[in-house]
Structure formats: C-alpha cells, structure tokens
C-alpha cells in the first residue's frame, strides 16, 4: 500500500495501534432562529484528544450504564369517516392538510422532511404515527367503525370508514421510511356501548367487555389487511375523562385490564402476538394510582402504558418504572397552542418531553396532532378540548399548499435525529449514562444515546442532545454561548454550545480503543480506512504498505 494520509487520528498505546474518536456531524436549533435544524457541515472534525482542564459546562458520558432502546418520536394522523369527504374540500382533517400540499408540489417534498431516516439526509426521521379509531376531538363529527346499536356480532363493523387516503398517505410515509410505526387508539367506543348512549362523554357498560375487545381487533386486522403491521394498540384514550363535547370514555382500571386481557388472548390466537397493548394513556399527575392497578392486576396483557402531558409532572414517570420496571412506558400526546412563545416552547419541549421524558424512561416521543391549519382547525363541533387560540401541530398547512414548520416539530426533530437507525433497517439508539457538571453545568440539559450496528465490524453511533437554556431570560436577556469538554473514555473534546438546541455524534467501537492490528474489519481499501462510521481522507497520519 502507499503511503497516505487518513481522517482519524492514529493513537498508539501500549498494545498496538487504535483509533480515535471524531466528531463530524452537527444539527443545530438556535433560540434566535438563524438555525432551524440546520446541519453546521464541518470541514474539519472535532477530536477527541487527551483529556485537559474542563469547560465552563462537563458533559460525561457514561456509555456502560446502558437504559430503554427508543422506538421513535412522531405524531397523530387524524381524519374524518369516509362518506361525502373530497379533498378539494380544505382543512377537514390532517390527512386533507397533508394531502393538500400535493397540489402546490409540496406533498413529497413535506413527506420526504418529517420522515426520511437517511443518514446525512436533511430530514427529521420521524416513525411513529398514532391513529385515532373513530372519532376525536380532531373530526368534523362523531363516528365510529360500527355505529349500528346492539351490533355485537359486529357484520356492519367498517375498515373503510377510515377513507382510502389515509391509507395512501401511510404508504407513502411509509415510501420514505420503512421503520414506521402505528399505534392504534380508540377516544371512545360506538357510543352504543356506553351508558350515555354517545361517544362523546359517559362510561363504558362493562357487559360489552368481550365484544369490545373482538371491535379492537377487527380494527387491527383492517389495518393488516390494508398492508400495515399494527405496533400497538391501546385500549382506551384518556380513560378517567368524561368531556360531552367530545369523544371521550371512563373506565376503571379493572375494566380497561378486563378488555386487554380478553383482546391479548383474540391478538394471539390471530397470529398477532406481536402486537404491543399499551394501557392508561393519559395524564402524568395520576402515574403512582391507575397505570401502577393496572399492571398489578392485568400486567400479563400489557407492554406498558402511555402518558400525556396534560396534569402533574414528567418526573412522576418514574413512579411507575419503580413499580414496574420490566413494563415499557411511551410517551404519547401533548399539544402546542397558538399564541405561546417560541423559545419558551422549545425549553419546555426538550426539558420535559424529548429530553426528559426519555431520561424518566420513556421509548417514545410523540405529539398530538401531525397538521392543522393556520386556526387549529379541523376540530370537532362544539369540543372546548383545545380552547382559547386554538392548538397548534408540527406542520401548519394552508390553504394553497405552503407550509411552514413549528417549534414543536424542530425540537423533536432534534432528539430523533440522535437516534434513528445508522444503518437501513438497523437498530434504533438506546439510552446510556450522561451527566453534566462545571460551574456553567446547570446550562445544559443533556440526553446521550448508543446506536447499535447490523454488523459487528462497525463502529458504534453515540450521541447527545444539548440545550443550552442560559438566556438571562429573569434578569433581561442576555443569551450566553457555554463551553463545554465532553468526556468519552478518558478522552475529551471540546465544544462551545450557542443557546438553542444541538444534535452532534461520533463512532467508536463497542468497548475501549480498537487494536487494528488484532482486528482485520478494519482494514485499507484505496488509501481509506473501512469499517468505521465514516471514511478517511486526509489528517496527516501516514500508514505504510
């Protein structure tokens, strides 16, 4: 081989020769929007070297300390039953709004940015889509899949009461990332099954517990025979809210298990066991009562259970993981509003949702509406659900097709570009140690992930999610830059964060440094070194052949 100079540093330690790690790939959200996910393109990569005095902040990773693997951030999809319903007809509901960009050219264009999962693609990767079954309190009116009373056999039971372009829509999110994920959720059952004889408010009548269960998995294999694998399901949406002006259902945790445990055994017997049930599926403040009964009572039929942000705080997921450590939690609805600040949202976002919500164990990061228009609509007639100036999605679709994106989407599409697969069909990222210290530690508020490889040659994805929060923002406004070493196996870099959000990762291999001469995975092809996360050109370290 000839000589030739490669982009990593060659170390030497006692053993042998073995690589070190480099930063090469930044994406940045800045409180003052001169950054909107923007990726830094560096020329040079950031190295980590031997370790010096640390920074104003010291992030330290930890990566033997190994949490969840995380399944992916997304949104809802809502829409409305299939009769009388053309798309010329604008701003009905989310798959309307989506579909509306397709007649200004924007409709891939908008696909391909929300959820491409390409590496090094401009685009979030987003995979997780969870879908209303029925009505909620984002349709043009109430329906559900069987509105004929006392149909317990279930013959008008109606797939296509989901119209056919929700299910175009899936394919061609599905076009741009196969990893996606659907989650199933019912706001209420036909109203027939309940003793206010409407979906909207009132309790579910526990004589229909097995017939509800044979309606969740009809609605399942609808799904299925429409070409879609159902990832989860759950049984109740909000199932301790009652709201009239809207559809929404009470039942006890002993009910709610009743009917997962009844659905657990129709999904298995359906060829359908991998099917998750997730249970509650509502607010924070309640984490320690109804999810901890119900995994008590019930738990051989649940994966886990679901929490929104509504009531209580993020740090009561805990809660829940202590009592039940084995049972996954996912986080799966909270709301922007129009009207609220920008950067506040952002702070709140990361600290409590995309963040926090996977550092108090969580899989999952979703918000609730994917689209809606300029006034928060479509939403459901008379429903006081999102009052006042209306909520607010991650894309805002007009009238002509334009859109623009929210605060709610930039700051999830930071968190999940840290942890989409690195390989196509591969593993998502996992959660590892972190902490965070200095005289400026308090700035920061870190998350840290390993992605795993298809092959066991490859080097390891690890990143980290910052925000820098330190905007003065109580004594005026003074946003401060803090720099800050990042520590990885007794090696640092160093970076100097801007107030906003940053997405950066590097490789390594699965434990320590890498003895190329005792690994032959790592070998020399045309002068550039494979094997590894990325390919080499040029930092002055000559390898003779």
């Known amino acids: 081989m000839h000589s030739k100079t490669l982009s990593l540093i060659v170390l030497i330690y006692a053993g042998g020769l073995c690589v070190a790690q480099q930063i090469w790939d930044i994406w940045q959200t800045t409180w003052d929007r001169s950054k909107l996910f923007t990726s830094l393109g560096l020329s040079s990569p950031i190295n980590f070297a031997n370790p010096g005095p640390i920074g104003d902040a010291d992030i330290v990773i930890k990566d033997g300390t190994k949490y969840q693997s995380i399944a992916g951030f997304g949104a809802s999809l809502t829409?409305?039953?299939?009769?009388?319903?053309?798309?010329?007809?604008?701003?009905?509901?989310?798959?309307?709004?989506?579909?509306?960009?397709?007649?200004?050219?924007?409709?891939?264009?908008?696909?391909?940015?929300?959820?491409?999962?390409?590496?090094?693609?401009?685009?979030?990767?987003?995979?997780?889509?969870?879908?209303?079954?029925?009505?909620?309190?984002?349709?043009?009116?109430?329906?559900?899949?069987?509105?004929?009373?006392?149909?317990?056999?279930?013959?008008?039971?109606?797939?296509?009461?989901?119209?056919?372009?929700?299910?175009?829509?899936?394919?061609?999110i599905k076009s741009y990332n196969s990893n996606l994920k659907l989650q199933l959720v019912p706001w209420s059952p036909p109203g027939w099954m309940k003793d206010s004889g409407t979906m909207n408010g009132g309790a579910f009548k526990t004589q229909y517990v097995t017939q509800y269960a044979t309606y969740l998995l009809k609605a399942v294999q609808g799904f299925q025979n429409q070409g879609f694998s159902v990832y989860a399901i759950s049984v109740q949406n909000e199932p301790q809210n009652s709201n009239p002006t809207y559809p929404t259902c009470t039942m006890s945790s002993d009910t709610e298990g009743r009917i997962a445990t009844a659905l657990r055994?129709?999904?298995?017997?359906?060829?359908?066991?991998?099917?998750?049930?997730?249970?509650?599926?509502?607010?924070?403040?309640?984490?320690?009562?109804?999810?901890?009964?119900?995994?008590?009572?019930?738990?051989?039929?649940?994966?886990?259970?679901?929490?929104?942000?509504?009531?209580?705080?993020?740090?009561?997921?805990?809660?829940?993981?202590?009592?039940?450590?084995?049972?996954?939690?996912?986080?799966?609805?909270?709301?922007?509003?129009?009207?609220?600040?920008?950067?506040?949202?952002?702070?709140?976002?990361?600290?409590?949702?995309?963040?926090?919500?996977?550092?108090?164990?969580?899989?999952?990061?979703?918000?609730?509406?994917?689209?809606?228009?300029?006034s928060g609509n479509p939403k459901y007639p008379g429903t006081n659900s999102c009052g006042g100036p209306g909520c607010r999605a991650l894309v805002t679709i007009n009238s002509d097709g334009s859109y623009s994106l929210n605060q709610e989407f930039y700051s999830m599409a930071q968190a999940s570009k840290a942890i989409i697969p690195k390989d196509p069909g591969g593993p998502f990222g996992q959660r590892i140690g972190v902490s965070v210290g200095g005289s400026l530690g308090w700035a920061l508020r870190v998350g840290a992930y390993v992605t795993q490889r298809t092959s066991s040659a490859e080097w390891l994805q690890y990143s980290i999610v910052v925000l820098n929060w330190y905007d003065n923002a109580s004594s005026g406004w003074n946003p401060k830059p803090v720099t800050t070493t990042i520590e990885f196996r007794g090696m640092q870099a160093k970076y100097t964060f801007p107030v906003g959000i940053t997405t950066l990762w590097w490789f390594a291999p699965a434990t320590g440094a890498v003895d190329i001469s005792a690994n032959p995975e790592l070998r020399f092809k045309n002068g550039t070194m494979t094997g590894m996360g990325r390919n080499a050109t040029d930092t002055g370290i000559k390898v003779e052949g």
Not at 117 to 130: C, K, M, S, V
Not at 141 to 166: E, R
Request: aromatic share 16%; glycine share 10%.
């Open 265 to 374: 055994s129709l999904l298995n017997s359906n060829g359908l066991s991998g099917v998750k049930i997730i249970g509650y599926e509502h607010n924070w403040d309640n984490a320690g009562s109804y999810p901890i009964q119900l995994m008590n009572n019930y738990g051989d039929a649940f994966a886990g259970v679901g929490f929104h942000c509504y009531a209580g705080s993020v740090a009561n997921q805990d809660t829940f993981h202590n009592a039940h450590p084995s049972k996954a939690i996912f986080f799966t609805e909270c709301s922007g509003t129009f009207g609220s600040d920008w950067w506040s949202d952002l702070k709140w976002y990361m600290d409590n949702l995309w963040i926090g919500s996977l550092e108090h164990y969580s899989q999952s990061g979703l918000m609730w509406n994917l689209a809606l228009d300029g």
């Open 79 to 172: 829409f409305e039953q299939s009769e009388g319903m053309h798309f010329s007809n604008f701003a009905r509901d989310t798959v309307h709004l989506v579909y509306q960009s397709k007649n200004s050219g924007n409709y891939n264009k908008l696909l391909n940015y929300l959820f491409n999962p390409g590496y090094g693609e401009n685009a979030a990767g987003l995979n997780f889509i969870r879908i209303p079954i029925g009505a909620s309190d984002f349709s043009a009116s109430q329906y559900s899949l069987d509105d004929t009373s006392g149909d317990t056999s279930f013959n008008n039971f109606n797939i296509n009461k989901i119209p056919s372009n929700v299910f175009s829509v899936l394919r061609d």
